[in-house]
T-cell receptor, first 112, second 113 residues
Framework: GENVEQHPSTLSVQEGDSAVIKCTYSDSASNYFPWYKQELGKRPQLIIDIRSNVGEKKDQRIAVTLNKTAKHFSLHITETQPEDSAVYFCAATLSGNTPLVFGKGTRLSVIA | DAGVIQSPRHEVTEMGQEVTLRCKPISGHDYLFWYRQTMMRGLELLIYFNNNVPIDDSGMPEDRFSAKMPNASFSTLKIQPSEPRDSAVYFC???????????FGDGTRLSIL
């Protein structure tokens, strides 16, 4: 089955700097890759997703890139703000009727 | 859209008691997932349903755990008897077939004393 590795487990950046979180997956058939943000005591919320027919997707300060050959995808947050501090989870799956497989999460701290 | 609704939000009970967690998925979603989240193990998929039918329950840790989905708008996760190591946050999520992503409920924070 699918296995998703996520790095780093913790990340601290200065406000205004960029943050990058990387994930690798094992199943080359996976074609849907969402990213979730979980604030302390809250539910995971989807912030961006990408499908395998796209190499990059942006939404304001957030972007995701996908390299299907290398089987890895990354989350990029630019101009970080204190409210970006949270745990971020990547996931992978075949879109359709298989469940998401989540990475272990990255705790991002943005220092003002 | 009300989102995925879980109840209760918090549950504190004594070891050995029965615990029932409830979930109402987003209307029209035909997949429902139950997850457990702990610091040590992260987000673990316990079981998921498609059109009210359990598809994969291999993540259910023990026979003490059971889940049902009697109709398209309601699911329960039951732990009987409960143990302190069951303490965790339990999330329910739903999605539409062929279309991701999953939408999570606010979770139930369960503490077994």
């Amino acid at each position: 089955g699918e296995n998703v590795e996520q790095h780093p487990s913790t990340l601290s950046v200065q406000e205004g700097d960029s943050a990058v979180i990387k994930c690798t997956y094992s199943d080359s058939a996976s074609n849907y890759f969402p990213w979730y943000k979980q604030e302390l005591g809250k539910r995971p919320q989807l912030i961006i997703d990408i499908r395998s027919n796209v190499g990059e997707k942006k939404d304001q300060r957030i972007a995701v890139t996908l390299n299907k050959t290398a089987k890895h995808f990354s989350l990029h947050i630019t101009e970080t703000q204190p409210e970006d501090s949270a745990v971020y989870f990547c996931a992978a799956t075949l879109s359709g009727n298989t469940p998401l497989v989540f990475g272990k999460g990255t705790r991002l701290s943005v220092i003002a | 859209d009300a989102g995925v609704i879980q109840s209760p939000r918090h549950e504190v009970t004594e070891m050995g008691q029965e615990v029932t967690l409830r979930c109402k998925p987003i209307s029209g979603h035909d997949y429902l997932f139950w997850y457990r989240q702990t610091m040590m193990r992260g987000l673990e998929l316990l079981i998921y349903f498609n059109n009210n039918v359990p598809i994969d329950d291999s993540g259910m840790p023990e026979d003490r755990f059971s889940a049902k989905m009697p109709n398209a708008s309601f699911s329960t996760l039951k732990i009987q008897p409960s143990e302190p190591r069951d303490s965790a946050v339990y999330f329910c999520a739903s999605s539409s077939q062929g279309v991701k992503p999953q939408h999570f409920g606010d979770g139930t924070r369960l503490s077994i004393l």
